[in-house]
């Protein structure tokens, strides 16, 4: 079940580039020159229509709508979900060249290339289009404001060898399709003079606001025109042999997610127009820029000797970055981000688990906002819990707005990492970024009401001997519903032990103020510690193994190597039933906890589980790999290792998933980046000094990247001969299984 | 969580009376008061409109439409679902006396009467109606030929003591509500000459016909009229003081279920009614009356000295045999007959488990075709096999065609005991009604296809040394993904055993014609005898414990007791997933295995295992107290065994579950006879000999009921102080543990 590689992009080292266009691949494309800045994505259409397949596609972090209520006599049972919803298509654009209308998939074009600038943050696109003989030079530059968050820019050039005649319909356009459905926007407000439209979704009233000024070197006269759902701005002019005729279009796009006055939110999206043309698009573009620079002082990982992965690693931080950076406490980070509609635009577990290692050490702002998120949504979370019976707070396994929106039971009512991985990305922040404020204030709030949803969703046994979860579904999705899964009751007992620990350490007005917010009693403290001693860890001292869950060694089994390659994905050849009653794994569940409390365990005890559930593994989850290959580093198997780390900056560059069409797998693009720094940089966070044992792929020739760490910036910068560590101030680590302090720099060899 | 009865109706032994008229109670009653004859079932509703909570119901067997298919990317999972559809209302009628319109939830009425005699079949409604200072005596009539499957009669006679201008509708009217929805009906064909309509369904193409004639004692002119799926015989008279008129309609429905012409239809049922016409009314109701005293001769049960036990019995036995007395192979009992659209029409397991027994003993022939519905069927069964990626036949939890018509995978897809109950179907049947030519003809086919289900989906443990279920759902719906179900694995123990051995009983044709038909394989024959060999069977013999499934002594512990009441059922007031986490019981799963297979088990092994399940179960299905009171009868615990009895053949009669709106729970119905029988009369069937341990509740002062039982009538007759058997051949019997020969009568006391 070897993944394929679809090399459609040139490799360059800060550069995603399209050398000549093939319709068939227009959706992929469309994904990888995404742009977005948190505030707003928008997938790489071209601004014309075209007659390829295509997801036009442009999204707002936070808006959504509600599905139709499901008929169900179950309770618990989530009867409607919310999603993400296609939103205006601001950047759209009709271009006729002596009445033609420009269709790249079907006119005669050369010198074709569009460029995805990630040291930028600029997308571009040139071509020469030849009809009726002439010879016509186009091209389009777009890209959105990481500062302003509402701003974005397109700008059109023409350019012809003879005489044309020129018409450009700059469109704001609602009328757009989601999952291939028109999508019901509902017009509440329009505005000619900054060509601007209000409107709104249906199920939740949240605003959308879209207005633009455009401008163009030559005397012709823009009309302004309006139907519903639509503004245009067109021009007709003549354009002389050998003059190049540039338009620049200024687009202010605005949300209230909470649907307020519309009027309002008109002037506000025309005033920030105002302040936009004021600066205008060059100066704009230049600021932009040098956004993007600092970043990638900061952030940037450089890998020589594999340029493949080199562009890879940096598409995956520049998608990162672009997705989310903490501009917004209630923003979060998608599945697929804001590149397109598939899974909803929901958040699940992997933000803690697999994004938030990546804000820690790079953005501990950002990292304080996506626990923010999970506090902002309390309120569901307790709701949700009541819903199933428990009390204090149940985190949801897929949400934009704090909700449960999987409609599915099995995992919504059995999934309880979700909330565990709440309690963990708690302490991982503390730990890394230190922010005593957060952990005693909303932190400890959380964890308390987390603490009472594990203890009251988790049982006795029959005896009454050991506590544990019975009826879940752990992060191996092909064990559906069973009892004492391990990273459950693993989870739970962390959770409960650093609850305990946090609450001990509260000054007593801390702890009062906790108590008044809370209601907390020593009852509950003591019950909470209860919970966490008498937890069951199916753990057998003398094979140093973990039992998945109660049971899972007497499964049938089967060899993986044995399933025909062609029956996978299983969801789509086997039976639903038949998936979960065998010792396949569709993702690590042991490997899991054990590489999230890494300190916890000795290397003995990683490598029996590491090899015996990996062989069981099939990664039918592209988070998988990545653990993985980070377990493979640490137990020094680099070749296997490699093997896994493999297609993991490239996941979407390359399409390996065959669905890349659909979105950028931006929490597996976060999981690449921990690949590197936890895989090969050996980076272990989790305990009481950071842990670096860097290592490198046989092809590398040097890998460096920086953290910030303990109000420090660190760089590590491994050659096959030598690790150099270079800090901006005192910083005590581990590394290579020593403790080492670092101050200027440290030169180790390897 | 003790029921409570609402009595009201009067308790007569042979007749259920309404001798005052609650609207409230309505439906309830128009349950209760449903007529059936197999091929057709109408509700007891009010002939004319009423203003009262209603549900107007009649339905065909077999006559049904498909659900809009719903989305899901999940294999093996049923997209769309069918149901018995809510068919003509041709019982309809309006009637006027000056000018106003009857209807008896407004009416100022007096010596109201309905009353359904059980012992002739007959529906009949009496009243006198007051308005405008008159008195107009009404009274209803109403009954379905259980001879000619296609008839059905009404009469209507008014009288009153001055004189009155009556006008009177008859209408067939296919403009019915499905779950208060409208049907849309398709009208095909209509014909003014016999007052008929054809219509047809939407989704599934099915024909169903109703004409009729109306005739009355009056010189008045019927007219017909007819608009969209709605004819009308109208008649407006004008009647004396004194003078008595009797309008008699006879009516003929007729369905094509594969859908052919509707004019030959047509041609069918205007012919059928003019036979009908030719017998006349009174000589038809006659001779249905002959039909039922034939049927009470030879299948009543006697019940002296608790008038509501016989009358509710009498209930029970008259509404079996009204939904199914083996007229047509292609028929099924539905959860709840033919008189409601709760349960959507389905056959369960419950026809093999449940029902089956009652025929085994009254109608041998019945039983049969029961067998033959699923050797009908068994194309579905394969299909559905293969959609579960197993070989031979699996047969659906629930279903009107065949088809699985359960849309929760969970239960679809879990749960084997639809498939197993059909090998123990056939088992049975063969043992008492010895039936060798079904056995080895459609009987052997079967059993080989189920055989080849059952290899298919069970699977070896981790270590290839035994064999069982994974993922499975037992009879005990609150465990709901489990592995090793005992009640799973012991019946498929037993089909595997009992198909080798009838495969060894062949002749060399016999298993020749076996093979042509089945392709079945020696290789096959050694992998059954292996499965069963080495299927797990959880007993402790120290305990003589079954485990209910491999885990579930360790599951958390709820004492039924401790539950509020008010949480009863816990469907209605636990989140979906919190039920399945403990060691509460729906309904028996090990103590049914063991009624099953009776012989099989010590009286001290039912002992045990009764003692440790019976005080986990919270009896959330009807069918579970009988269980329970059979066992109980058997080991002595008189006491419990009248408990669990209880309200067992007055369930629907006194509403104890608070839904018999919604239709009667036939297979409810099934299950007190065999709580009698099996119970009281300890009759068991699955040994060699048929065994007899007749008791009594304390109550009763006589029991007597008649079995059908190798190829005599035998009478079996208790009293306190004696049993009285009586054969109309000889029989070797096993009673009170002894084995007796009787042959005419034989007393023995108690």
């Known amino acids: 079940m070897a993944k394929q590689a679809t090399e459609y992009f040139s490799v360059r080292p800060w550069t995603v580039e399209e050398e000549r266009f093939d319709p068939e691949r227009n959706r992929v494309a469309e994904a990888v020159f995404s742009l977005a800045n948190e505030y707003m994505g928008v997938r790489g259409h071209t601004d014309e229509e075209i007659s390829a397949p295509t997801l036009r596609g442009s999204y707002f972090n936070g808006i959504y709508e509600y599905s139709p209520e499901q008929a169900s006599g179950y309770l618990g049972v989530v009867r409607r979900t919310h999603y993400m919803i296609n939103s205006v298509d601001y950047f759209a654009m009709e271009l006729r060249v002596d009445g033609v209308a420009f269709d790249q998939a079907k006119a005669d074009i050369s010198d074709y290339r569009r460029v995805l600038d990630m040291k930028k943050g600029l997308l571009t696109r040139e071509l020469v289009w030849k009809l009726n003989g002439k010879s016509v030079r186009l091209s389009f530059e777009r890209f959105l404001d990481m500062e302003y968050p509402n701003r974005a820019y397109q700008r059109v050039s023409v350019r012809s060898d003879d005489d044309v005649n020129v018409e450009l319909v700059f469109k704001t356009d609602f009328n757009v399709l989601h999952w291939g459905q028109p999508v019901q926007w509902k017009q509440v407000a329009v505005d000619r003079k900054c060509a601007g439209i209000v409107c709104s979704t249906r199920t939740t009233s949240q605003l959308v606001a879209s207005v633009s000024h455009v401008d163009g070197n030559c005397n012709g006269r823009w009309y302004v025109s309006a139907t519903d759902r639509l503004v245009c701005n067109t021009l007709r002019i003549r354009l002389e042999a050998g003059h190049k005729f540039v338009a620049d279009r200024l687009i202010v796009n605005a949300v209230d997610k909470r649907g ?54 940096r598409f995956c931080i520049f998608q990162l970055q672009q997705t989310y950076h903490g501009a917004d406490p209630t923003d979060n980070i998608g599945a697929k981000g804001l590149t397109g509609e598939a899974y909803s635009g929901h958040a699940f ?41 428990c009390t204090g707070a149940c985190y949801p396994i897929a949400t934009l707005n704090g909700e449960e929106a999987c409609t599915l039971w099995q995992h919504a009512s059995l999934q309880l990492q979700p909330t565990t991985a709440v309690a963990y990305g708690i302490a991982h922040y503390v730990n890394v970024c230190g922010d005593r404020a957060f952990l005693t204030g909303p932190g400890a709030e959380m964890l308390v009401e987390i603490c009472r949803f594990l203890a009251s969703r988790g049982q006795w046994d029959a005896k009454n001997e050991y506590f544990g979860y019975y009826g879940v579904m752990g992060p191996d999705e092909f064990q559906m519903m069973v009892n004492h899964n391990t990273y459950t009751n693993y989870m739970a007992k962390q959770t409960f032990l650093f609850t305990l620990r946090t609450v001990s350490s509260l000054s007593d007005e801390e702890r009062a103020a906790l108590v008044a917010k809370t209601g907390l009693k020593q009852s509950e403290l003591d019950l909470f510690e209860r919970c966490a001693d008498k937890m069951l860890i199916l753990y057998d001292s003398s094979t140093k193994l973990f039992e998945q869950h109660r049971g899972y060694y007497e499964l049938p089994h089967i060899d993986v190597d044995d399933i025909p390659a062609d029956q996978f994905p299983l969801y789509s050849h086997w039976s639903y039933d038949r998936i979960y009653r065998n010792d396949i794994i569709k993702q690590p569940d042991v490997l899991m906890f054990m590489f999230l409390y890494s300190s916890q365990f000795t290397l003995e005890q990683k490598r029996a589980n590491y090899e015996f559930y990996e062989p069981r593994c099939i990664h039918e989850s592209s988070l998988s790999p990545s653990v993985h290959s980070i377990l493979a580093s640490e137990l020094g198997l680099t070749e296997q290792a490699a093997n896994f780390f ?21 929490t597996s693009i976060a999981a690449a980046w921990m690949n590197i720094v936890y895989g090969f940089g050996g980076v272990r966070s989790d305990g009481e000094l950071l842990t670096l044992n860097p290592t490198m792929p046989s092809g590398w020739k040097r890998l460096c990247f920086r953290l910030g760490y303990g109000g420090c910036e660190l760089t590590v910068d491994v050659t096959p001969h030598r690790l150099r560590l270079c800090s901006t101030g005192k910083l005590k680590l581990f590394v290579y299984g020593k403790e080492v302090e670092v101050c200027g720099e440290t030169v180790i060899p390897r």
Chains 1, 2 share one sequence.
């Open 260 to 313: 307020g006055d519309a009027a309002k939110l008109l002037d506000f999206a025309s005033e920030e127009l105002s302040r936009q043309a004021a600066e205008g698009y060059d100066a704009a573009r230049k600021r932009n820029e040098a956004y993007w620079q600092r970043f990638w002082n900061k952030s940037d990982i450089v890998i020589e000797g594999d340029d493949a992965d080199q562009q890879g690693i």
């Open 349 to 389: 577990w992997d933000t803690e688990t697999y994004c938030l290692p990546y804000y820690l050490f790079n953005n501990p702002a950002a990292a304080k906002y996506l626990l923010s998120y999970r506090y902002n949504t309390l309120e569901q979370a307790k709701k949700r819990a009541r819903d199933l019976d």
């Open 646 to 666: 493999g297609f993991a900056t490239r996941l979407d560059l390359d399409d390996y998933n065959r669905n890349t069409h659909e979105g950028l797998h931006l």
